[in-house]
């Protein structure tokens, strides 16, 4: 009958090689997309585990002097007595912190634990002879409810001088629940 074709098909070992090659390629790919990536998140998960928040203590604080006023007040005595507010902004561990007088000072502070530090540029209407300096050193406690604040303040450059300590309390924000 006339010339036929004669149609050759793959044996069934070449058949199961390409099968074997696709089946690998997956594999690595499915490891590369899908196992390194979670490898990565289980190691960054386990580096984070002894990570904390530092304490919150953004908002505004009410200033009340401890010691008692005397006729002649050094320059942190006269701070100290006149009652103030400390507005505090807080992003991790550093704070700014204002304080709310005549002239509004502001201080870039830090919070480590429940301790915090802060040292305010006054403006050139600070008492004569301070110094322009306010250096502020507090504890918080965090289980008062509301937050309480404990510290010391005195000028930086006044030898004549003295620490004085405050008290402060945080005042409550209207609408807000404390839930940070």
Not at 19 to 43: D, E, H, M, Q
Not at 47 to 69: I, M
Request: glycine share 8%.
């Amino acid at each position: 009958m006339g010339n036929r074709t004669e149609v050759s098909y793959p044996d069934p070992l070449k058949r199961e090689m390409k099968k074997t090659s696709s089946n690998t390629r997956f594999i690595v790919a499915y490891i590369l997309l899908v196992g390194l990536p979670l490898l990565g998140l289980a190691g960054v998960l386990k580096a984070g585990r002894g990570l904390s928040a530092p304490l919150a203590v953004d908002g505004v604080w009410k200033l009340d002097a401890v010691t008692a006023q005397q006729e002649t007040q050094t320059c942190s005595q006269q701070l100290a007595a006149m009652d103030s507010l400390l507005t505090i902004s807080q992003s991790g561990r550093e704070l700014v912190l204002t304080l709310n007088k005549q002239a509004a000072a502001t201080a870039a502070g830090m919070i480590e634990g429940a301790d915090l530090s802060a040292t305010f540029q006054l403006p050139k209407s600070s008492p004569e002879g301070c110094g322009d300096s306010l250096v502020l050193n507090a504890s918080i406690d965090s289980k008062a409810v509301p937050k309480l604040m404990s510290g010391t303040i005195s000028f930086r450059e006044c030898a004549s001088c003295t620490t004085e300590r405050f008290h402060a309390g945080l005042q409550s924000r209207a609408g807000n629940s404390e839930a940070h």
